[in-house]
């Protein structure tokens, strides 16, 4: 019985010890897919953190471009800015010449209508003087002849 019982220890011991061969490859290799896993994981990190970082790079410069352009856009803004303020300033010396030069015009033309006015009735004043001085010469003929005949 002894002897059995030795057998059976025995055939435990070596169950035990090709269970615990078998468990120790499972261990070794599941500790192998582990690290695999980590490598894969942090290769893949790594490729994450460069491809957001290019993202991240490639949108910096897009934005210091755009930014560039909108800085021209306004200095270009501000340039037709000030000629226009320039051309305003100008228009509006014209503008101010023109109205002094209208209003001068204006004058110039109530002052031809004064004279105008004045040289018609002095006109017809002297169609008058010039009729009355005609009616007086038919007179004076008329009164000369017939102090003749």
Not at 75 to 82: F, R
């Amino acid at each position: 019985m002894l002897a059995e019982n030795q057998n059976d220890v025995d055939d435990r011991y070596t169950r035990a010890k090709q269970e615990n061969a078998e468990l120790s490859t499972k261990l070794f290799m599941l500790e192998e897919q582990l690290r695999d896993e980590q490598q894969r994981s942090d290769e893949k990190l790594r490729e994450e953190q460069r491809r957001h970082k290019d993202i991240l790079n490639r949108t910096e410069r897009e934005k210091q471009l755009q930014m560039e352009n909108l800085e021209i856009r306004l200095q270009g803004i501000e340039k037709e800015l000030s000629l226009a303020k320039i051309e305003n300033k100008r228009l509006e010396g014209s503008l101010e010449r023109e109205r002094n030069e209208k209003n001068h015009l204006n004058d110039k033309c109530a002052q031809n209508e004064r004279e105008i006015s004045s040289l018609r009735e002095h006109n017809r004043e002297l169609l008058n003087q010039n009729r009355e001085d005609r009616e007086s010469l038919a007179l004076e003929k008329a009164g000369s002849q017939q102090v003749r005949t």
